[in-house]
């Protein structure tokens, strides 16, 4: 028995019993074994077939492929085992008890290690989430860090958030822009980790955020920190709201995946292909959809769907706040107020991440109607499939508010 494989038996929850010798057979002069060094078989036909020494480099073979049938085979032979062919009773059922725990404890041991060496991925945002998901099908499955109704802007870690950081392989985001709570624990918990921020992707179709009119940020808003200015004065990084970018970022994945888990990679090339399929139909879906509703004003609750808007064609005339960790002030609420009856605005869409109560406020007496506009797809259940949920209910939000107005 090699060195190391001694070391790992005599860990076993029977420890050191594990390597006892098996007790001698009557009328037989063979020498003492371990018992993890003997099995005695029974042939086909049911009966007692000569004692067979098996190494135990082979049971372990065996183990890695049927450890229960082992354990079924022993308790049959236990249980077949006479006075004249076989051990005394006491020692035969130490002995069996003995490689019953060492096959179970084989079997746990090489799960364990077999999960430990499985790709741990890890997603922040359900869009991302669904995505990585879809072109991890059959390879495995990535986890998600910000679930349900949580605003990546502000989401706060959770310790089972800070384990899953500190055991992934990779972790994919948006990028500082969006998980802004996210970009110091990135930097402490993720480790060795393949830490992508898809905003980095210089193939994506990138727009400026939008200034000017209910675009441009509240006077009474206070000013924001250096580093929040910097993001508001570059890129909207909402961009996963395009299909076509959606695409950009597959193929981002598809390559940081296959570089990670090499095994896969032929799998993650075929799973994008017919996702992207997916999403050119998603696209050629919605130009129709879409289409009697491209010249209704509406206003979103924050600026966050301008890739969608002009991908789409929509006419969406401004947000209700920048910021959506900050309360518009009353100079804004006013001139918002009256953009809605200067344009006939026929929505005022509000968030789940936020509360809707300002948008009532608004409203007030004007004709707009109240409705529900999602990023993130707080009430979609996460998976592969997700994406696609998250897009087709924008749009279908959308028609239902914007459509029964001519």
């Given at each position: 028995?090699?060195?190391?494989?001694?070391?790992?038996?005599?860990?076993?929850?029977?420890?050191?019993?594990?390597?006892?010798?098996?007790?001698?057979?009557?009328?037989?002069?063979?020498?003492?074994?371990?018992?993890?060094?003997?099995?005695?078989?029974?042939?086909?036909?049911?009966?007692?077939?000569?004692?067979?020494?098996?190494?135990?480099?082979?049971?372990?073979?065996?183990?890695?492929?049927?450890?229960?049938r082992?354990?079924?085979?022993?308790?049959?032979?236990?249980?077949?085992l006479d006075?004249?062919?076989?051990?005394?009773?006491?020692?035969?059922?130490?002995?069996?008890?003995?490689?019953?725990v060492?096959?179970?404890?084989?079997?746990?041991?090489?799960?364990?290690?077999?999960?430990?060496?499985?790709?741990?991925?890890?997603?922040?945002?359900?869009?991302?989430?669904?995505?990585?998901?879809?072109v991890?099908?059959?390879?495995?499955?990535?986890?998600?860090?910000?679930?349900?109704?949580?605003?990546?802007?502000?989401?706060?870690?959770?310790?089972?958030?800070?384990?899953?950081?500190?055991?992934?392989?990779?972790?994919?985001?948006?990028?500082?822009?969006?998980?802004?709570?996210?970009?110091?624990?990135?930097?402490?918990?993720?480790?060795?980790?393949?830490?992508?921020?898809?905003?980095?992707?210089?193939?994506?179709?990138?727009?400026?955020?939008?200034?000017?009119?209910?675009?441009?940020?509240?006077?009474?808003?206070?000013?924001?920190?250096?580093?929040k200015?910097?993001?508001?004065?570059?890129?909207?990084?909402?961009?996963?709201?395009?299909?076509?970018?959606?695409?950009?970022?597959?193929?981002?994945?598809?390559?940081?995946?296959?570089?990670?888990?090499?095994?896969?990679?032929?799998?993650?090339?075929?799973?994008?292909?017919?996702?992207?399929?997916?999403?050119?139909?998603?696209?050629?879906?919605?130009?129709?959809?879409?289409?009697?509703?491209?010249?209704?004003?509406?206003?979103?609750?924050?600026?966050?769907?301008?890739?969608?808007?002009?991908?789409f064609?929509?006419?969406?005339?401004?947000?209700?706040?920048?910021?959506?960790?900050?309360?518009?002030?009353?100079?804004?609420?006013?001139?918002?107020?009256?953009?809605?009856?200067?344009?006939?605005?026929?929505?005022?869409?509000?968030?789940?991440?936020?509360?809707?109560?300002?948008?009532?406020?608004?409203?007030?007496?004007?004709?707009?109607?109240?409705?529900?506009?999602?990023?993130?797809?707080?009430?979609?259940?996460?998976?592969?499939?997700?994406?696609?949920?998250?897009?087709?209910?924008?749009?279908r939000?959308?028609?239902?508010?914007?459509?029964?107005?001519n």
């Amino acid at each position: 028995m090699s060195k190391n494989l001694h070391t790992e038996l005599s860990q076993t929850p029977l420890g050191p019993d594990v390597l006892e010798p098996m007790p001698h057979y009557k009328h037989a002069d063979r020498p003492r074994q371990p018992c993890i060094g003997r099995i005695l078989a029974r042939q086909q036909t049911g009966n007692i077939g000569t004692p067979l020494l098996i190494n135990a480099v082979q049971i372990r073979q065996r183990l890695t492929i049927e450890p229960i049938r082992y354990v079924i085979i022993l308790h049959n032979f236990a249980a077949l085992l006479d006075g004249n062919n076989g051990i005394e009773m006491k020692r035969r059922s130490h002995c069996f008890v003995t490689l019953a725990v060492v096959v179970l404890w084989t079997a746990v041991n090489l799960s364990n290690t077999k999960a430990a060496t499985k790709l741990q991925v890890v997603t922040t945002i359900m869009p991302v989430h669904s995505l990585v998901a879809a072109v991890m099908q059959g390879a495995g499955e990535p986890s998600l860090l910000i679930k349900a109704a949580n605003s990546p802007h502000n989401y706060r870690l959770r310790p089972s958030d800070a384990r899953l950081l500190s055991t992934a392989n990779v972790v994919f985001w948006i990028g500082k822009d969006i998980e802004i709570s996210l970009v110091k624990p990135l930097e402490t918990l993720s480790g060795s980790a393949r830490v992508v921020a898809l905003s980095k992707n210089k193939n994506l179709n990138l727009l400026k955020t939008r200034e000017g009119g209910l675009w441009e940020r509240d006077q009474d808003e206070p000013e924001q920190p250096r580093e929040k200015q910097e993001i508001r004065d570059s890129f909207d990084t909402h961009f996963w709201l395009n299909p076509e970018n959606a695409k950009i970022m597959v193929a981002e994945i598809v390559r940081q995946l296959s570089a990670a888990d090499k095994q896969h990679a032929n799998l993650f090339a075929k799973n994008s292909a017919k996702l992207n399929a997916e999403l050119d139909q998603l696209v050629f879906e919605l130009d129709r959809t879409l289409e009697p509703i491209r010249a209704k004003p509406y206003i979103v609750f924050h600026d966050a769907y301008q890739y969608f808007e002009k991908r789409f064609n929509l006419n969406a005339i401004g947000s209700i706040t920048i910021n959506p960790e900050q309360a518009p002030g009353a100079r804004r609420l006013s001139d918002i107020r009256t953009k809605i009856l200067e344009t006939n605005t026929v929505c005022v869409f509000s968030e789940p991440q936020f509360k809707p109560a300002v948008i009532k406020t608004i409203i007030g007496n004007t004709p707009a109607k109240q409705a529900v506009l999602d990023p993130l797809g707080a009430d979609i259940t996460p998976g592969p499939q997700a994406y696609f949920k998250l897009i087709r209910a924008m749009a279908r939000s959308l028609l239902s508010c914007l459509g029964t107005v001519n």
